[in-house]
């Protein structure tokens, strides 16, 4: 039927213009999601994926990771035993590690919660000898840039979409005002005839 309205200009009298201008707008809407949704993606992506890289190069840079020996025995007031947050750095304990700088250090660090004093464990440390999170991996990066991406395609369709909603709704209401306007001039006409 849309077929039909854009090929005939006002084929007939049940043919009103806001149904063309809604099927119009349906073939705009589609060219546009075509053509902006995907550049709209991708260049998101790249540059939220060049963002989060120079970012993670940046802790790489500033990041180096060091074996240290657990002096106490961690803390245990977070996790039951055998959960999946054992298994993280979850629990804190005092740990020694050697720098060439400055010789032996101790601070309080995370620790895999069944650690025992003596045991080995690894540390991230910054330029300053502060303990951080390790630092981002080029897997975190590409799910970043990807998120990002999905996002901001999937706004840019939704309001596309958003839009062509707003305009078939005005399109209906004309529609029912013709409608009725035509009505109120055709259907005495009717009553009169069946009286």
Do not use: I
């Not at 993280?88 to 995370?110: C, E, F, I, M």
């Not at 991406?149 to 706004?155: E, I, N, P």
Request: charged content about 30%.
């Amino acid at each position: 039927m849309r077929t039909r309205v854009l090929s005939r200009r006002r084929r007939g009298p049940l043919c009103r213009r806001s149904d063309v201008v809604e099927a119009w707008t349906a073939v705009a809407v589609a060219v546009l999601v075509c053509l902006t949704v995907p550049p709209a993606g991708v260049l998101t992506a790249r540059w939220a994926y060049e963002d989060a890289r120079t970012a993670a190069n940046e802790q790489r840079a500033d990041r180096h990771r060091v074996r240290a020996e657990v002096l106490e025995r961690p803390s245990t007031a977070h996790a039951p035993a055998g959960s999946e947050s054992e298994r993280r750095h979850a629990s804190r304990a005092t740990v020694r590690w050697t720098d060439p700088d400055q010789g032996a250090r101790t601070a309080p660090a995370r620790v895999p919660a069944r650690v025992r004093p003596g045991e080995a464990v690894h540390v991230w440390l910054d330029s300053r000898g502060r303990q951080v999170p390790p630092p981002v991996d080029d897997a975190s990066v590409w799910q970043y840039g990807v998120g990002m991406g999905t996002l901001a395609g999937g706004a840019t369709a939704a309001a596309l979409l958003l839009a062509h909603r707003g305009v078939r709704r005005v399109a209906l209401r004309r529609r029912l005002d013709e409608w009725e306007r035509d009505w109120a001039r055709t259907g005495p006409r009717w009553t009169r005839r069946g009286v």
